[in-house]
C-alpha cells in the first residue's frame, strides 16, 4: 500500500489482476472505514474519489474485488492515508517602517513554518521558492507568526504571498 493524497485532490487508484486462465476480470471497489467519501468508476479496476478535508493525517480503507468469468473472486484491503494540509490564512497585518515592513498573523494550528513571496509586481497564488524568485521576487522563511522584512523602497507599493508549511506542503 503506502498510498496518500493531499485532502481536496482527486484521488485515483487503480488496480491490475491477472487470471491464471486468462478469463476477463471485473472489478467492484467499496468504502470500508474512515472519513466518508463517494467512490466514482467503483466498477472499473481504476477508482477516484475526493480526499476530504482531515484535522489530522487520517487513513481510509476501501476494499476492491476481482471476479473472473467463472465467478472466482479475490479480495483487498487498500489503506489510503489522507495528508493534512496547513489551513488557510485569513488575515495578515503589514505595519510599514522606514524600508522595512513587519508582517504578523494568526498561528496556523497545523503549520510548521511560513513562507512569504513577495515583490512591487503581483505575486501569482501557490508559488514556490525558485518560481517566486526566478519572477524576480523576494522570499523568506519563518517559523514565527511575524517576519520583518527589509531593504524595500519607501513610497513603493508591495505585494505579499504567505503560505503556512507543514510536512505535506501548503
Known amino acids: 500500500d503506502g498510498l496518500a493524497f ?4 482527486v484521488a485515483t487508484i487503480s488496480v491490475q489482476g491477472n487470471d491464471p486462465d486468462d478469463d476477463a476480470l471485473s472489478y467492484s471497489w467499496k468504502y470500508i472505514s474512515g472519513p466518508s467519501i463517494t ?3 467503483a466498477n472499473t479496476s481504476e477508482c477516484h474519489f475526493t480526499a476530504p478535508d482531515v484535522s489530522e493525517d487520517t487513513p481510509i480503507t476501501l476494499e ?3 471476479i473472473d468469468s467463472d465467478g472466482a473472486l ?3 484491503e487498500v ?3 489522507i495528508l493534512n494540509l496547513p489551513d488557510q490564512m485569513t ?3 503589514a505595519k510599514p517602517f522606514n524600508k522595512k515592513v513587519v508582517l504578523s498573523w494568526g498561528a496556523i494550528s497545523n503549520a510548521t513554518r511560513y513562507d512569504i513571496c513577495y515583490s512591487s509586481q503581483p ?3 501557490n508559488v514556490l521558492e525558485d518560481t517566486c524568485i526566478a519572477s524576480g ?3 523568506a522563511s519563518t517559523t514565527n507568526t511575524s517576519i520583518t522584512l527589509v531593504d524595500l523602497i519607501n513610497g513603493t507599493p508591495y505585494y505579499f504571498r504567505t503560505f503556512g508549511i507543514n510536512d505535506h506542503g501548503t
Not at 493531499?6 to 485532490?9: S, V
Open 79 to 81: 489503506i489510503i492515508t
Open 123 to 125: 505575486v501569482p497564488e
Open 64 to 66: 476492491v474485488t476481482a
Open 91 to 93: 488575515t495578515i497585518d
Open 74 to 76: 479475490t479480495r483487498k
Open 6 to 9: 493531499n485532502e481536496g485532490a
Open 137 to 139: 521576487a523576494q522570499w
Open 39 to 41: 467512490i466514482e468508476n
